[in-house]
């Protein structure tokens, strides 16, 4: 199973990004999958899941602002990322977790994407 994200860049603050990840080896719309990430000097946090079924999770910090979404057709799941701020600094990571699930923490994660960066400046 492969996780291959893309879309991490440099912003400023206010402005959007779209990542993106994409699977190989697995069909996403069978599977929890979602996005975490990883700011300098700090755990690993969830950002958003959704669940074979399209249901969706948001951390508080990205309601509102962050959609997170699945194409089924071509088996990606992408984090459309608005308003962004200095806060959303970090590496995120696609992750996918079990069959059926419908839900996911850090210790759920069976594949996790390579990583890709996103910072943000004031």
């Known amino acids: 199973v492969q996780l291959v994200e893309s879309g991490g860049g440099s912003v400023q603050a206010g402005d959007s990004l779209r990542l993106s990840c994409a699977a190989a080896?697995?069909?996403?719309?069978?599977?929890?999958t979602g996005w975490f990430r990883q700011a300098p000097g700090k755990q690993r946090e969830l950002v958003a899941t959704?669940?074979?079924?399209?249901?969706?999770k948001y951390a508080d910090s990205v309601k509102g602002r962050f959609t997170i979404s699945r194409d089924n057709a071509k088996n990606t799941v992408a984090l459309q990322m608005n308003s962004l701020k200095p806060e959303d600094t970090a590496v995120y990571y696609c992750?996918?977790?079990?069959?059926?699930?419908?839900?996911?923490?850090?210790?759920?994660?069976?594949?996790w994407g390579q990583g890709t960066q996103v910072i943000v400046s004031s």
């Open positions: 992750a996918l977790g079990p069959w059926g699930a419908t839900f996911m923490s850090e210790g759920e994660v069976d594949y």
């Open positions: 080896g697995r069909t996403v719309s069978r599977y929890i």
């Open positions: 959704i669940t074979g079924g399209g249901s969706t």
